[in-house]
């Protein structure tokens, strides 16, 4: 049974606060992406799993075995499943790769095995593997709070275009996340950011931009800061890093400038892809 694993991007980020348990209060509109990995898996009598991707962990670290084992002791259950998966995502690029792989194969085991889930359900196994995984079960435009565990999705039809551009070095979440200076922080405007979305209000979209984690990776990677100057000196209306980075996403109307701003992406080596908004 096969699923497809859809990245996402951020299109607003605040990080409200640092939580008493050391995690972060985040409030982010989330949106997925026509852009996406795809799992199958089969039953076997061991868990076992093929990637296209040598560098990536095939163990316990792995989304797709972690959300396995969670899903077998939530219902106990001991079948196994054979799993290979085509990655198209990049890693430590702010675009939920790992996450969205780990959601599908919470949802093909729920079909598989006729657990029959409910969402809440469904939302707290997704919980209990990562901090996007939730979000990625749903796959819809929503407004994300708490540390990812609160989502309320709404409807919209963007008229825009996305580019998305990742320098060859990523971001790690967490190294990330330890070198904010909360004194210092953007706290954009999620709910002005979902309000334009809704209406496709392209210049509100445009208007709310913002990611309180941007800061902190530029001093990671540089070459953010690089390939947002070289977006907008293209002309996309709107430019920004996601999530914790690596990658920029530029906005636009005009699909013949996003056309030659990916030529001249690629040819100077970065990862390079077109894409919309997804919509249900």
């Given at each position: 049974m096969k699923d497809r694993a859809y990245a996402k991007i951020n299109l607003c980020l605040d990080v409200v606060g640092r939580r008493e348990d050391g995690y972060h209060e985040l409030k982010m509109i989330m949106v997925p992406l026509d852009f996406y990995d795809v799992l199958e898996m089969v039953p076997s009598a061991k868990t076992e799993m093929s990637i296209n991707r040598y560098y990536l962990p095939i163990?316990?670290?792995?989304?797709?075995?972690?959300?396995?084992?969670?899903?077998?002791q939530r219902y106990g259950f001991t079948q196994e499943f054979s799993c290979t998966l085509t990655k198209h995502i990049p890693t430590q690029a702010g675009l939920a790769g790992g996450s969205a792989d780990a959601a599908a194969a919470i949802r093909i085991m729920n079909r598989m095995m006729h657990l029959h889930m409910d969402t809440p359900t469904m939302l707290d196994i997704a919980r209990e593997v990562g901090a996007d995984v939730p979000f990625c079960c749903i796959n819809r435009p929503a407004l994300v709070g708490g540390i990812g565990e609160q989502i309320e999705s709404f409807q919209c039809r963007p008229s825009f275009h996305v580019l998305l551009v990742k320098p060859r070095k990523g971001v790690a979440t967490k190294t990330a996340f330890s070198m904010l200076d909360y004194d210092h922080l953007v706290h954009p405007d999620c709910n002005a950011m979902r309000e334009a979305l809704k209406k496709d209000d392209y210049p509100g979209v445009i208007e709310n931009l913002g990611n309180s984690l941007e800061e902190s990776s530029l001093k990671l990677v540089p070459e953010i800061k690089n390939v947002k100057d070289k977006?907008?000196?293209f002309g996309f209306d709107g430019v920004l890093m996601s999530g914790s980075?690596?990658?920029v996403f530029g906005l636009s109307k005009d699909k013949a400038l996003l056309k030659r701003t990916a030529e001249y992406m690629r040819d100077h080596k970065y990862f390079v892809r077109i894409t919309d908004i997804l919509s249900h």
């Open positions: 163990n316990d670290k792995n989304t797709v075995i972690k959300a396995i084992q969670c899903v077998q977006l907008l000196e980075g690596s990658t």
